[in-house]
């Protein structure tokens, strides 16, 4: 079946150090995106991309990075610049990004805390 | 800028009816969906409104009102499994999808 996996499920970050999520799709889709969600919150936009080796910043791209260099896979860098990461990350894909009615499909999450 | 507005917690009981209200405010607007995410999980797509009206899908229905910018998700015959955070979202032309804070169902018998 199609779908998006994200891994890992739950990941642990010591103090400056750089982790990275990942984010995988086999629904063919050219966009992808990246949320962070923090408890009793809405979904915020991190970074997303349209297209293969193009990738735009969301509302809250400080301290995160990402790379698009294969249409299936999406990761998801969390700098030590990001003082506070703990958070549940989202990946989500779509058909296109702007004025897009199909669906967005999301992977199952990474739960990220400190230590 | 883009914001929505919907309520934070609703309570309902088993077997009832509830509506999730929405209020936005966008540019480019093209449409309102709405995803469902239970505790821990991914949210997943309930229902899309391009035009006014009622959209109905089984025991769930989302209505927009374009001009009134305003929407809601109906859900009805509510069951335990309904417990969950709804989402709106608004579809733009100039934007991908902005998601609303949410709000949280509590379905009690």
């Known amino acids: 079946d199609g779908g998006i996996t994200q891994s890992p499920k739950y990941l642990f970050r010591k103090e400056g150090q750089n982790v990275t999520l990942s984010c995988e799709q086999n629904?063919?889709?050219?966009?992808m995106y990246w949320y962070r969600q923090d408890p009793g919150q809405g979904l915020r936009l991190i970074y997303y991309?349209?297209?293969?080796?193009?990738?735009q910043k969301g509302d809250i791209a400080e301290g995160y990075s990402v790379s698009r260099e294969k249409k299936e896979s999406f990761p998801l860098t969390v700098t030590s610049a990001q003082k506070n990461p703990t958070a549940f990350y989202l990946c989500?894909?779509?058909?296109?990004?702007?004025?897009?009615?199909?669906?967005?499909?999301f992977g199952d999450g990474t739960r990220l805390s400190i230590l | 800028g883009q914001s929505l507005e919907q309520p934070s917690e609703v309570t309902a009981v088993e077997g009832a009816i509830v509506q999730i209200n929405c209020t936005y405010q966008?540019?480019?607007?093209?449409?309102l969906s709405w995803y469902q995410q239970h505790d821990g999980g991914a949210p997943t797509f309930l229902s899309y409104?391009?035009?006014?009206g009622l959209e109905e899908t089984g025991r769930f229905s989302s209505f927009l009102s374009r001009s009134d910018s305003y929407g809601y998700l109906l859900l009805q015959e509510l069951q335990m499994k309904d417990s969950a955070s709804y989402f709106c979202a608004v579809i733009s032309g100039n934007t991908p999808l902005v998601f609303g804070k949410g709000t949280r169902l509590s379905v009690i018998a």
């Open positions: 409104n391009a035009l006014d």
């Open positions: 629904l063919n889709h050219d966009a």
């Open positions: 966008t540019s480019g607007f093209y449409g």
């Open positions: 991309s349209q297209i293969v080796n193009d990738f």
């Open positions: 989500a894909s779509s058909t296109r990004t702007i004025g897009d009615i199909q669906p967005q499909h």
